[in-house]
């Protein structure tokens, strides 16, 4: 268990909907990233949130969006959603820019 | 283009049977260099950080070195529960001298059979 919390595990939704994926980090760490994992493209970055700040964009689209709270944890945004937005997604927490420890990630299938 | 590249893809071993995953990186301004393990449906597991060259670091029985260009994972004497998907990821330094995300592999399947 690595203290990185993700809800929920799963999720099944239509095209065109919107939904909110949720990530607390470990106690203490004040960066979180959100990554993206399907069978094609692997383990891609979206965005990293350091202490309520947006701190690095990786591939993520202009259709998603996140934040990160004063208590610090995190919600993903994913809207008009599509089927190829069909993934897991993870959350990594780390304390500053160092080593990143992933949740168990929430399974998004969009039918 | 920032790359790292996994090899080989999968690989089959014998429980006992010792060998190496390669990964080959590609990159500007490397922070550091990443191991994670992952099992099926679930989150990736951190192994070993690695920040120069030379570096060397073990645990159980795996053990992780870094040169210039590429990293390998060394498993010797494997047993059944090392079978895994291992990811090779490495950080990268932006201009404003921060830390980027992660750049993944694809990773090494691994299997071990008894």
């Known amino acids: 268990d690595s203290g990185v919390t993700q809800t929920p595990k799963h999720l099944i939704t239509a095209t065109g909907q919107r939904v909110t994926l949720r990530c607390s980090p470990r106690?203490?760490?004040?960066?979180v990233y959100w990554y993206q994992q399907s069978l094609d493209q692997g383990l891609q970055f979206l965005i990293q949130y350091y202490n309520g700040e947006e701190r690095a964009k990786g591939n993520i689209l202009e259709r998603f969006s996140a934040q990160q709270f004063p208590d610090l944890h995190s919600e993903l945004n994913l809207s008009s959603l599509e089927l190829g937005d069909s993934a897991l997604y993870f959350c990594?927490?780390?304390?500053?820019?160092?080593?990143?420890?992933f949740g168990p990630g929430t399974r998004l299938l969009v039918l | 283009e920032d790359q790292v590249t996994q090899s080989p893809e999968a690989l089959r071993l014998q429980e006992g049977e010792s060998s190496s995953l390669n990964c080959s990186y590609t990159v500007s301004g490397l922070r550091g260099l990443f191991w994670y393990r992952q099992d099926p449906g679930k989150g990736p597991e951190f192994l070993f950080t690695l920040y120069s060259a030379g570096e060397e670091k073990e645990k159980e029985r795996l053990k992780a070195t870094l040169t210039k260009k590429e990293s390998f994972l060394h498993i010797t004497a494997p047993k059944p529960e090392d079978s895994a998907t291992y990811l090779c990821?490495?950080?990268?330094?932006?201009?404003?001298?921060?830390?980027?995300?992660?750049?993944f592999g694809k990773g090494t399947h691994l299997i071990i059979q008894p």
């Open positions: 106690s203490g760490d004040l960066s």
């Open positions: 990594a927490s780390s304390k500053h820019e160092e080593t990143q420890y």
């Open positions: 990821a490495v950080q990268l330094m932006y201009s404003g001298g921060g830390a980027d995300g992660l750049t």
